[in-house]
């Protein structure tokens, strides 16, 4: 026992000398530790203070990017004020029987995209097919009318509007035309949100302006760009009479833009996009609206009348150029230039002639052929205008009544030369027989001389002129032979140009043939 207690004495008199080892050992080991840590640590540090980043520069302030800013801010305002407005148009129709071939269909693509209906390939089974269509549109009254293209809607047997509140609603088809590519369809309701139309005639090449649509069915897509180009003509069109004047824009349209409206700074439709030019069938930064001189009459009458005829005066015009104002006693090369008169039309019935040049219709000066034509379609058959033309070097004013276009004016369409070619000899003739009249299918008042060849890269080649071509006039002397079209053309002196009148393609233009340089060896006539 007493062993015991002396050992439980000694273990009580170690506590304090043990506790104190231990602390110290341990203190030791903690001192070792970060000492250790703090060597270890000390390269990583360093190198972290090394590689530290400065601050970013400060941004800009507002005072020195207020302009852009102002100006984004307005755009901002803009397209939140027209998107409403903007609807997607999907549609429905019976495919058509007559499939294109490949080559058809890229070319037409080509140029329009598949803005509206097609077969995506070759269609080989029997029976009802149906296709499915994706266009644009803009709404311009709060009762629910809006305006697209025609080819978008052609053919539909279901069309479907989806609002930019996703809302989708069925619309019925007001009327349509297809001389210049314009429809109007209807949706039941009120209060919608719309837009007003605005001046295409007040627009300026730059000015800025907004496309808005669904291109590739991205809903409700808005770009921004300006006026590239005002009055161009109709590049694709498989009728000479459709007007064009079309506005030229860089604003990005794509296919299913079609329909959608171009706009201006005051959110008000200046035209409706309708086809692009590209190689790739995207926007390569030409696209085309229908200007609202042209859609807004067209739209007026198809909402009081649900269709529309249009007014012809029975001609077939050039514009006039330097090239050929001279041979008018023109002073500058504007107006339009008759090159076809059809018989028994308005024209020919208030005496206008081919070679006269319209200057004016209704006191307004037309600078151009295609002014004159989108003047026209404003007009409706039975309108009484009056055309100011210069005939021989002298004005004069010749009232016209306007008819509308029938089926004998449709298969006699008179045709919008193109006098763009250059030209000189190098033209081989022939007398127009009666068996070279059946065999080109010329109609009984055409005159003239047949075009047996042309040599390539003659004054006759440059100016456009083909086999089977039928020479008219020579320097506004109707010919009728040979003989006739080589002693005027003989009575050319050697350093002039010849101008021939040509009836090609169904309708007859004015064509300018330069004289062919010194040395030149041309054959033919």
């Known amino acids: 026992m007493e062993q015991s207690n002396k050992m439980r004495n000694r273990i009580e008199q170690l506590k304090p000398i043990l506790k104190r080892k231990i602390s110290a050992a341990l203190l030791m080991l903690g001192l070792a530790g970060g000492f250790a840590g703090y060597e270890f640590l000390k390269p990583a540090a360093a190198n972290a203070a090394a590689t530290s980043v400065a601050p970013a520069a400060a941004s800009l302030d507002e005072n020195s990017v207020s302009a852009i800013t102002a100006l984004d801010q307005a755009m901002e305002t803009l397209a939140s004020h027209v998107t409403p407005a903007v609807v997607n148009v999907t549609v429905t129709s019976r495919a058509r029987q007559q499939q294109m071939s490949g080559r058809d269909q890229d070319d037409i693509q080509r140029f329009f995209g598949p803005f509206g209906f097609g077969p995506q390939g070759p269609q080989m089974r029997p029976g009802p097919r149906v296709e499915h269509g994706l266009g644009s549109g803009v709404i311009i ?36 035309d297809p001389m210049t590519d314009l429809a109007v369809i209807k949706i039941n309701g009120s209060g919608f949100a719309s837009l007003p139309w605005g001046d295409s005639t007040a627009l300026k090449p730059g000015q800025t302006v907004l496309a808005f649509g669904n291109p590739f069915n991205f809903r409700f897509t808005v770009t921004r760009g300006i006026v590239s180009a005002l009055n161009r003509p109709n590049p694709y069109s498989d009728d000479a009479r459709k007007p064009g004047e079309f506005i030229q824009t860089d604003a990005a349209i794509n296919p299913g833009n079609s329909g959608g409206p171009l706009v201006n700074a005051h959110g008000e439709v200046i035209g409706i996009n309708t086809f692009l030019i590209s190689p790739s069938g995207s926007f390569a930064g030409m696209g085309f609206a229908i200007p609202t001189q042209i ?11 649900g269709k529309i005829e249009h007014a012809r005066m029975g001609i077939g015009i050039n514009d006039v150029t330097p090239e050929n ?24 019935k208030a005496g206008l002639k081919v070679g006269d040049v319209i200057i004016e219709l209704n006191g307004k000066k037309m600078e151009n052929s295609g002014q004159l034509q989108a003047a026209i379609s404003g007009h409706r058959p039975g309108d009484k205008v009056t055309l100011g033309i210069i005939r021989d070097g002298k004005t004069q004013n010749l009232p016209i009544t306007l008819e509308a276009i029938n089926k004998k004016s449709e298969e006699a369409s008179s045709g919008r030369g193109q006098s763009q ?17 059946d065999q080109l299918q010329l109609p009984a008042e055409v005159k003239g001389v047949v075009v047996g060849n042309v040599v390539p890269g003659s004054p006759a080649d440059n100016a456009g002129i083909s086999r089977g071509d039928v020479i008219l006039e020579v320097n506004r002397k109707p010919v009728q032979s040979v003989d006739e079209v080589k002693r005027e053309l003989a009575n050319v002196p050697q350093d002039k140009d010849a101008m021939v009148l040509v009836w090609s393609n169904g309708g007859s233009s004015f064509r300018v043939m330069h004289a062919a340089e010194p040395g030149a060896d041309q054959n033919g006539d």
């Not at 859609?295 to 009348?305: C, E, H």
């Open 421 to 437: 070619g250059k030209a000189r000899w190098g033209v081989g003739l022939e007398n127009l027989t009666p068996d070279l009249r």
């Open 325 to 348: 104002a001279t041979f008018f006693h023109l002073n500058n090369a504007s107006g339009a230039l008759v090159s076809q008169v059809e018989p028994d039309s308005p024209a020919s």
């Open 141 to 176: 009254s709060p009762d629910g009318y809006i305006v697209t293209n025609n080819h978008v809607i052609d053919g539909a047997t279901d069309i479907r509007v989806t609002l930019n509140d996703r809302r989708v609603l069925p619309a019925k088809l007001v009327g349509a």
């Open 295 to 305: 859609a807004r009459p067209v739209v007026d009458t198809l909402l009081k009348d």
